[in-house]
């Protein structure tokens, strides 16, 4: 269950409750420097977007224009300062911290600089980064989200700012990273269709990630209803498009929100059962 903010931990961690904690470990996330679209806050998107067959979608832009859209986007990425939206879960004397960064679009390339010849594109993107704590409410490990998995690493070797983790989000993708540089996608979380095409080309499929504009997001506590929108249960954009030099085709939609994922549901589990990185 996630852990209220008004409950204290328990007897070892009674003067540290669930705001207090969120707080502490805040991640600092590191944006690549051609970044247009910061981790934002959902209420402006959900505002500008329509209902439409159980999908937000954003009703002055389409993300089949691609590379040409970036300008739309931009116009309804309404400016509001970052944020991550935190629960924090207990089991038995562990701890769960989560932190969910949403983005208004998600636009990658395999290429840097992106290419109007190959893209990625879709309204609504999420991330998330998990704190573990042990019984003394020490830091563990930390895991990052990415594409359709995750990984993790000890809290002796992530890169910190106190006791604030520091994640690098790659660029368009957002995928959440411990280091800049270049990373190969994992197989899986592409269509067999897609990686015949890349294959053809040539094209290996990589995230970009760099060292640009440093933002510490304030935390906003969510639970599985609360705000509003956390119990919505279709997608937070319309349908993915992808884009070749000879055709465009979409697969998939936008992502659901942070209560409907498997991380959501099972905290403890599943960023353990992340590769290291």
């Known amino acids: 269950m996630p852990l209220f903010l008004s409950l204290l931990l328990g007897s070892v961690l009674a003067l540290a409750p669930g705001p207090q904690l969120l707080e502490r470990h805040r991640p600092i996330v590191i944006l690549h420097p051609v970044e ?3 981790p934002t806050q959902v209420e402006g998107f959900v505002e500008a977007a ?3 067959a159980g999908r937000y ?3 002055a832009c389409s993300a089949r224009d691609g590379l040409a859209a970036l300008a739309c986007y931009d ?4 400016p509001a300062p970052p944020v991550v939206y935190g ?3 207990r089991s038995g004397t562990r701890v769960a911290l989560q932190y969910w960064l949403f983005h208004a679009f998600d636009l990658w390339s395999p290429l840097e600089p992106q290419s109007p010849d190959f893209w990625k594109l879709h309204e609504g993107d999420w991330e998330a980064v998990t704190v573990l704590l042990d019984e003394r409410g020490r830091p563990t490990d930390v895991g990052t989200s990415r594409h359709c998995g995750g990984t993790r690493r000890a809290w002796a070797t992530v890169e910190k700012r106190g006791v604030r983790p520091v994640v690098y989000s790659a660029l368009g993708s957002h995928a959440l990273y411990f280091r800049p540089g270049r990373y190969p996608q994992e197989a899986r979380c592409w269509p067999k269709e897609a990686l015949s095409i890349f294959a053809a080309y040539k094209l290996p499929i990589l995230d970009h990630v760099g060292a640009g504009r440093a933002l510490s997001p ?3 506590p969510v639970t599985r209803t609360s705000p509003a929108w956390m119990g919505f249960p279709g997608s937070f954009g319309e349908a993915q498009f992808m884009h070749f030099p000879q055709a465009t085709f979409s697969f998939g ?6 209560a409907f994922h498997e991380l959501w549901r ?3 589990a599943v960023p353990a059962g992340w590769p290291v990185a």
């Not at 116009?75 to 309404?78: C, F, I, M, S, T």
């Open 75 to 78: 116009g309804a990425d309404e």
């Open 218 to 220: 304030r935390v906003v």
């Open 50 to 52: 329509d209902l439409s």
């Open 253 to 258: 939609a936008g992502p659901r929100g942070p």
């Open 266 to 268: 099972r905290p403890f």
């Open 36 to 38: 247009r679209s910061a």
């Open 87 to 89: 629960a924090a879960f």
């Open 57 to 59: 979608d954003l009703r």
